[in-house]
């Protein structure tokens, strides 16, 4: 996909990122190990048709499946750079490094929804070749709602203008997950749908 081919090339450089192969290898790997997840973040925005320049891969799990998914992710030739808690008390984000290649995978570990629901409903499609599950946009809105980061606000906002994105079924989605952050979602919805109007322009100075 176009969007996809977009990540791996560095738009200073022009150089090669080495994001794909390590996305290639990360995602076989934890295939192989029947680990559920999800991929997430810019690389799921740009398999579902909007690219973000990214150079890692965001991948979320239940926090149960967590030490499955470091097995798998060491065993493709990834460590840990971030702690990972115990086995039994796993770390809720855990950054792993590809050796070869620079490139992180950021794996999410959650104890419910809305990430529970958005890795049992992904759809498996090809990340740079490799079969994979992936969010739906709707699923990521969610994702979104729960941050403040500034380049997650401006993920929230490019899919809801996007139109590719079923509002209606994620605001339903929220509503039986967390009827409790209806007002947010709305807030946030209304934000970017009905921005407020610029201020106006200064009246120009006069030449002396």
């Given at each position: 996909?176009?969007?996809?081919?977009?990540?791996?090339?560095?738009p200073?450089?022009g150089?090669?990122?080495?994001?794909?192969?390590?996305?290639?290898r990360?995602?076989?790997?934890?295939?192989?190990a029947?680990?559920?997840?999800?991929v997430?973040?810019?690389?799921?925005?740009?398999?579902?048709?909007?690219p973000?320049?990214?150079?890692?891969?965001?991948?979320?799990?239940?926090?149960?499946?967590?030490?499955a998914?470091?097995d798998?992710?060491?065993?493709?030739?990834?460590?840990?750079?971030t702690p990972t808690?115990?086995?039994?008390?796993?770390?809720s984000m855990?950054?792993?490094v590809?050796?070869k290649?620079?490139?992180e995978?950021?794996?999410?570990?959650a104890?419910?929804?809305?990430?529970?629901?958005?890795?049992d409903?992904a759809?498996v499609?090809?990340?740079?070749?490799?079969?994979a599950?992936?969010?739906?946009?709707e699923?990521?809105?969610?994702l979104?709602?729960?941050?403040?980061?500034?380049?997650?606000?401006?993920?929230?906002?490019?899919?809801?203008?996007?139109?590719?994105?079923?509002?209606?079924?994620?605001?339903?989605?929220?509503?039986?997950?967390?009827?409790e952050?209806?007002?947010?979602?709305?807030?946030?919805v209304?934000?970017?749908?009905?921005?407020?109007?610029?201020?106006?322009?200064?009246?120009?100075?006069?030449r002396?």
């Open positions: 996909m176009i969007g996809v081919d977009l990540l791996v090339t560095d200073k450089s150089k090669r990122t080495g994001l794909a192969a390590t996305v290639r990360a995602l076989a790997a934890l295939n192989r029947e680990v559920p997840y999800c997430i973040g810019a690389t799921a925005l740009a398999v579902r048709g909007l973000r320049m990214t150079r890692d891969l965001d991948v979320a799990v239940l926090l149960d499946d967590a030490p998914a470091w798998a992710l060491r065993g493709a030739g990834l460590e840990a750079s808690g115990s086995r039994e008390e796993p770390e855990v950054v792993f590809d050796g290649s620079g490139v995978v950021d794996l999410l570990a104890a419910g929804d809305p990430e529970a629901t958005a890795i409903q759809g499609v090809k990340v740079f070749g490799t079969s599950p992936v969010a739906t946009l699923h990521l809105l969610l979104y709602l729960y941050s403040n980061q500034p380049k997650h606000l401006g993920d929230f906002a490019s899919i809801v203008q996007s139109n590719l994105a079923d509002l209606a079924l994620a605001e339903r989605q929220l509503a039986s997950m967390h009827e952050m209806l007002g947010e979602w709305q807030r946030r209304r934000a970017v749908l009905h921005p407020p109007a610029a201020p106006p322009r200064p009246p120009r100075r006069a002396r």
